[in-house]
């Protein structure tokens, strides 16, 4: 079992209401339960109208709670329908996921989510930062040189990288049940991480996840790739039970 730390980040998207505080309930007390077992962090994203009441409702939390997306500008504006990432921050989150594909599918550019990403970083958020290929990218042989493009064109050499978590989810994975090639994909990360390492001039590289389609069961060939730093995980994240046995599964 690998002594690193692994991150278990739920992407509840658009899921949930009051009641639902049950399931964050239960996950806050597995890892309350486990905290000496594994070395993990737990990570729940939830949606805006659930931060505020699932951060006050929540006593010792050992989990954290973060949202998944947010407007670029920074102050308040004539932005109907929006928030910012400052009033997401003071509603208590303390991670964002920006970058998501269901995002990029209804128009955010890289150039949108930079701004975003430097909008998030004034706050003092941390970033979950997601990258991935379409199908048809993979096919023609793109994957390297797409994400390549998401890391540089959304990121600044300024940017505090510390604060930015990475999460590789290749589009075509996400609520799909298919999963990459094992060989293919600790290649993939490889590959990121020393993308990153030469982006930013780090010896060390920041976190990178996986995300797509994780569930209990495929857990345990993902856990065998000691290069991934843990995961993002969607679906599963809904039910309790299955994000648990995923975090278990793992270290099994
Ligand atoms: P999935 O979603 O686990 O349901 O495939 C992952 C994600 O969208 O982050």
């Known amino acids: ?16 209401d009051f009641g639902s505080f049950k399931i964050i309930h239960k996950i806050n007390q597995f890892s309350h339960e486990s905290k000496n ?12 109208t659930l931060i505020y009441f699932f951060k006050k409702k929540l006593k010792s939390k050992i989990i954290s709670l973060g949202v998944q997306n947010c407007h670029y500008h920074q102050g308040y504006g004539p932005f109907t329908g929006s928030v910012n990432a400052s009033m997401l921050k003071k509603a208590g989150a303390e991670f964002i996921i920006l970058g998501h594909s269901e995002n ?52 600044e050499k300024k940017f505090n990288i510390s604060k930015i978590i990475f999460a590789y989810e290749p589009v075509w994975s996400i609520g799909t049940n298919k999963i990459p090639k094992m060989n293919e994909l600790e290649n993939t990360i490889k590959f990121i991480k020393n993308e990153l390492k030469k982006t930013f ?52």
Request: net charge positive; with cysteine.
């Open 1 to 16: 079992m690998t002594n690193k730390l692994r991150y278990f980040i739920g992407n509840w998207k658009m899921f949930g």
């Open 37 to 48: 077992q594994f070395k993990k962090k737990i990570i729940l994203c939830v949606p805006n």
């Open 104 to 155: 990029r599918s209804e128009g955010e550019t890289n150039q949108l989510i930079k701004k975003k990403i430097k909008s998030a970083l004034k706050e003092k958020l941390n970033i979950i930062f997601c990258i991935g290929e379409t199908f048809k990218e993979k096919k023609k042989g793109k994957t390297f040189s797409i994400l390549k493009k998401q890391i540089r064109s959304s990121l």
């Open 201 to 252: 001039k780090t010896k060390k590289s920041p976190k990178v996840l996986y995300g797509g389609s994780v569930n209990d069961k495929n857990i345990c060939l993902f856990s065998l790739i000691s290069e991934i730093d843990g995961f993002l995980i969607g679906g599963a994240s809904q039910y309790p039970k299955k994000f648990i046995d995923i975090v278990k599964n793992y270290y099994k």
